[in-house]
């Protein structure tokens, strides 16, 4: 007998133009992959109403909205403009925001008042925020609880960081997501992080059109891999692939209320 596998993406951009050209394609592969659903996550609000229209034709893909703490706008936003797009049955999450100084296209203190800002249209419309963070350990970490994120949730997206900045997103009840990077050769200690988050926090994803696990690295990722990613992470945690689905796709379905 074969285990039945269900996994779910809850990060990916496949609303990007990487997929125009095979995006019906993409989503037949998806299912037949063994994965059931995924969130279309937002990266600024020019293409919401592409998101929003994804998440309207097919019945297992949401949508998030958010701008991205790399992206440069001439507005910023404001609790009302996200609760304003956010007002949608299909839109599950507030983001993705965050700090990233990887790349300083947008000034530090701005990413961090952004960021306040859309938390606290999270708690306003008790959704999770999905969080993105890329060296800004420190920074996201005091953000978050300043501005208390366990009373809306959230998610540590394509989670890249150590082991502390893990447990200290743990202690405030936010999932840990997961995408192709766990694959890596070189990250054992990602691997080691993920071997021990809580197993009603763990979450996976692919951050599609990025970060393709192996064997695909390097290539256009899609969800269909998402399945590389927990083959990956039931491994470290000595599971079943189909164990690891399972408990994860329920995480995603509680986490953003599904
Ligand atoms: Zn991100
Ligand atoms: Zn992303």
Redesign the pocket.
Known sequence: MTDLISLFDTHCHVDFSHFDDDRDAMFERMAAAGVEGCIVVAVDFDHIASLRALAEERDNVWFSVGI?PNHEVDVEPTVEMLCQLADHPRCVAIG?TGMDFFRHHVDPEVQEQRFRTHIRAARVLNKPVIV?NRDADAETIRVLREENISECGGVM??FSADVATANAAIDMGMSISFSGNVTFKRNDELRAVAAQVPDDLLLVET?SPYLAPMPFRGKRNEPAYVRHVGECIAEVRGLKLAELAAQTTRNARVRFRL
């Open positions: 991205h993705e993105h997206h394509c951050d």
